[in-house]
């Protein structure tokens, strides 16, 4: 059996057209949804990704606000530059690029995003939020793995769905969404004993661990929906350069249902929900 391929690129694109649609009705009452998005330093890959965002932006006809600071920004100029967007009424959503230099207390720079900005869903209202079932907004990978799922077909009712990683903005979220939905979540990490012995349960499973290809075909259910978070930079090899996710593709695509690939998946998902979120702040904002 091989897996049918869950493509998050056409999902995306059908997401995003809705999103400029909605985002044009808003500009036509007078509310142009706007987007801010702040990058520290110079990380190649953060930069690549905030571009990416920025053009989405511009194909939704979403205002943007682009802040490249330096590497050397000091604490109190990065939270005063949030505080100035908070204050803004042309931008409606606040995305500060994570992982932040060392020297700032990035706890600190998201509980300084106004919650009703806090497009990421990262702010302790959303995380709060999520966990009793009211946020603002929704963290845009675990959203996005959960639109993904829907658009599969997926049945979450009374399914076993097991997440590996324990992340505050991919595994501990998406195990809120999903256990919302009915499934039954177990929550595997770095310190899970036989690893394997909870992947090969599950219905669902959803690789969030950063460590490439960890996830091989002998550790997944036949049939599983197989949903790929990591992003990884092969560093050496034929490959190297290339992108590779948490799963062993060529191993798991012979044994689960459905898979998704990396590139390609996930990641455009993420950005068209940050697209959603973005809207649905702007939409509020005009009441
Ligand atoms: N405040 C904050 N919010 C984030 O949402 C956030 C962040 N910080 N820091 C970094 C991670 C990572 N992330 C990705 C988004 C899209 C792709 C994406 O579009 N990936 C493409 C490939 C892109 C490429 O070629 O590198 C794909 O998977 O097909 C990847 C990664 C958002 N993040």
Do not use: W
């Not at 990065?78 to 230099?101: C, F, M, S, T």
């Not at 706890?107 to 009703?116: F, G, K, N, W």
């Amino acid at each position: 059996m091989t897996a049918r391929i869950l493509d998050g690129i056409a999902l995306s694109r059908t997401i995003r057209a809705e999103v400029a649609e909605r985002a044009a009705a808003l500009t036509a009452r007078g509310t142009r949804p706007g987007l801010a998005v702040i990058l520290v330093g110079d990380s190649a890959a953060s930069a690549v990704y905030v571009r990416n965002k920025i053009r989405a932006c511009t194909e939704a006809d979403i205002h943007s606000v682009f802040d490249h600071m330096p590497a050397d920004t000091t604490e109190a100029d990065l939270l005063a530059r949030i505080r100035e967007l908070n204050a803004d009424p042309a931008v409606h959503g606040i995305l500060v690029q994570l992982p932040l230099p060392p020297h700032i207390d990035e706890r600190l720079v998201i509980e300084t995003i106004a919650p009703a900005k806090d497009v990421d869903g990262f702010h302790l209202q959303n995380a709060g939020g999520l966990l009793t079932g009211t946020p603002l907004f929704r963290p845009c990978t675990p959203y996005g793995v959960m639109k993904l799922l829907e658009h599969a077909g997926a049945r979450l009712d009374g399914a076993e769905a097991v997440i590996v990683g324990r992340s505050n903005i991919v595994g501990k979220p998406q195990a809120l969404m999903l256990m919302q939905g009915g499934a039954t979540v177990t929550i595997c990490h770095s310190r899970t004993r036989d690893l394997a012995f909870h992947t090969r349960r599950a219905d669902i499973l959803v690789a969030a661990v950063g460590r490439p290809k960890m996830i091989t075909g002998d550790m997944i259910k036949p049939g599983a929906i197989v949903v790929d978070v990591g992003i990884n930079r092969i560093e050496e090899g034929p490959d190297a350069g290339k992108l590779c996710g948490d799963v062993d593709f060529a191993s798991a695509v012979e044994v689960a249902g459905a898979i998704t690939p990396v590139p390609g998946g996930v990641g455009p998902m993420t950005i068209a929900m940050l697209l959603v979120n973005t809207v649905e702040a702007a939409r509020r904002f005009a009441g």
